[in-house]
């Protein structure tokens, strides 16, 4: 297990240093260097710290949306959360989303589906917040149709934004018609009477295949979709949906209040709040596509594209999203690790630890 965890770190480094090099490939090489050592890094202290706020509030979200179902204490959701945003930063695959659920059944005894709906509920708070904010920026922004950027092996332009913003609203979607299917009782009831009349289709199979096939395999399923449900219970009180909501605006603002400040530092450019605002929305359209861990590369893209609608120099542009880019990272990383050994969860084990579907339905 552990090998499986040192192979997927190398493989994730090896990734993102090939992202970042197929993203930078084109950009002077001095020019770059030149960029981030004329930065002043003192800026990065109050833009950390701004990081750091913003996922304590993403901690205050999750531990509102677990108390539906159970009540934990702030820092218990906290550790889990960032070590689960750690370890999507250093492996692929997005395995965080399942360590967190899996710390939670370890030392809270939160069941493993339940622990996977409230992520999915935040997910839908993120996806639905991205959206709102997307439409005030597009709205707000006239981008040229015509303007053309090219970045290493990324060729972007309005239509770029137009397909990855149409994706951002299907994958919203689906999450939100999922999260109702198995959340209101007759339609529950009915997808659940589905599954266990399935072994009945297996006509040619042995009453006695029929019946392990159901014990086995249909009967946990269903458990499993009555844990998804109690971690989505939160959508049947519009006061609870209120409060998530205005978590997620939080986390926005002061993330995107995180970009202006280290901007202050870094020269060759000077954007309004709401400019830079906009800015982190357009590299949030651009990292909500699979890509390596970290989001290295495509972050970078969505960057340098976001900050030429406002007339950045490339170089500039490309400096300073790369410096921030390990600004808004690192420390989610540094502190992942903190969590991990404040709380003794074995990193390894929770990212490649696999469950039967019995034992994680409880």
Same mark, same amino acid.
């Given at each position: 297990?552990?090998?499986?965890?040192?192979?997927?770190?190398?493989?994730?480094?090896?990734?993102?240093?090939?992202?970042?090099?197929?993203?930078?490939?084109?950009?002077?090489?001095?020019?770059?260097?030149?960029?981030?050592?004329?930065?002043?890094?003192?800026?990065?202290?109050?833009?950390?710290?701004?990081?750091?706020?913003?996922?304590?509030?993403?901690?205050?979200?999750?531990?509102?949306?677990?108390?539906?179902?159970?009540?934990?204490?702030?820092?218990?959701?906290?550790?889990?959360?960032?070590?689960?945003?750690?370890?999507?930063?250093?492996?692929?695959?997005?395995?965080?989303?399942?360590?967190?659920?899996?710390?939670?059944?370890?030392?809270?005894?939160?069941?493993?589906?339940?622990?996977?709906?409230?992520?999915?509920?935040?997910?839908?708070?993120?996806?639905?917040?991205?959206?709102?904010?997307?439409?005030?920026?597009?709205?707000?922004?006239?981008?040229?149709?015509?303007?053309?950027?090219?970045?290493?092996?990324?060729?972007?332009?309005?239509?770029?934004?137009?397909?990855?913003?149409?994706?951002?609203?299907?994958?919203?979607?689906?999450?939100?018609?999922?999260?109702?299917?198995?959340?209101?009782?007759?339609?529950?009831?009915?997808?659940?009477?589905?599954?266990?009349?399935?072994?009945?289709?297996?006509?040619?199979?042995?009453?006695?295949?029929?019946?392990?096939?159901?014990?086995?395999?249909?009967?946990?399923?269903?458990?499993?979709?009555?844990?998804?449900?109690?971690?989505?219970?939160?959508?049947?009180?519009?006061?609870?949906?209120?409060?998530?909501?205005?978590?997620?605006?939080?986390?926005?603002?002061?993330?995107?209040?995180?970009?202006? #400040?280290? *901007?202050?530092?870094?020269? =060759? &450019?000077? +954007?309004?709040?709401?400019?830079?605002?906009?800015?982190? %929305? !357009? @590299?949030?359209?651009?990292?909500?596509?699979?890509?390596?861990?970290?989001?290295?590369?495509?972050?970078?893209?969505?960057?340098?594209?976001?900050?030429?609608?406002?007339? #950045?120099? *490339?170089?500039?542009?490309? =400096? &300073?999203? +790369?410096?921030?880019?390990?600004?808004?990272?690192?420390? %989610? !990383? @540094?502190?992942?690790?903190?969590?991990?050994?404040?709380?003794?969860?074995?990193?390894?084990?929770?990212?490649?630890?696999?469950?039967?579907?019995?034992?994680?339905?409880?």
């Amino acid at each position: 297990m552990k090998n499986h965890f040192l192979i997927s770190l190398i493989a994730g480094i090896a990734l993102s240093l090939t992202a970042l090099y197929f993203a930078f490939r084109n950009v002077p090489l001095d020019d770059l260097l030149n960029y981030l050592i004329s930065i002043n890094y003192l800026w990065m202290v109050p833009a950390v710290f701004l990081v750091l706020v913003s996922f304590f509030i993403r901690a205050l979200r999750w531990q509102f949306i677990l108390a539906s179902s159970h009540k934990i204490g702030i820092w218990r959701a906290f550790h889990p959360m960032m070590i689960g945003f750690m370890i999507n930063c250093i492996l692929p695959g997005r395995l965080g989303e399942f360590a967190r659920p899996a710390i939670l059944q370890k030392k809270d005894k939160v069941s493993f589906a339940t622990g996977i709906a409230t992520v999915a509920a935040e997910r839908i708070f993120d996806v639905g917040t991205l959206v709102a904010f997307a439409v005030i920026t597009f709205a707000a922004i006239d981008i040229n149709p015509e303007l053309e950027i090219t970045f290493g092996d990324f060729q972007l332009n309005r239509g770029t934004l137009e397909v990855l913003f149409s994706r951002i609203i299907l994958m919203g979607i689906l999450l939100i018609a999922g999260m109702i299917f198995v959340s209101i009782a007759p339609i529950r009831s009915a997808i659940q009477r589905t599954i266990l009349a399935l072994p009945a289709l297996v006509f040619f199979a042995a009453e006695s295949t029929k019946k392990k096939l159901r014990v086995k395999v249909c009967e946990p399923l269903t458990r499993f979709i009555d844990n998804i449900a109690l971690g989505f219970t939160l959508i049947k009180d519009p006061r609870k949906i209120i409060i998530c909501a205005i978590y997620s605006f939080l986390v926005w603002i002061i993330a995107a209040f995180s970009y202006y #400040v280290f *901007s202050l530092g870094s020269p =060759g &450019f000077h +954007l309004s709040y709401t400019e830079m605002f906009a800015v982190m %929305v !357009i @590299i949030c359209l651009f990292i909500a596509l699979p890509s390596v861990p970290g989001f290295w590369g495509l972050w970078e893209a969505g960057g340098v594209f976001a900050m030429a609608l406002f007339g #950045v120099p *490339s170089n500039a542009a490309a =400096g &300073f999203t +790369l410096a921030n880019h390990a600004v808004q990272m690192f420390p %989610v !990383i @540094i502190v992942g690790f903190i969590s991990a050994i404040i709380t003794s969860v074995n990193i390894w084990q929770v990212s490649y630890e696999k469950k039967s579907v019995k034992s994680q339905t409880g």
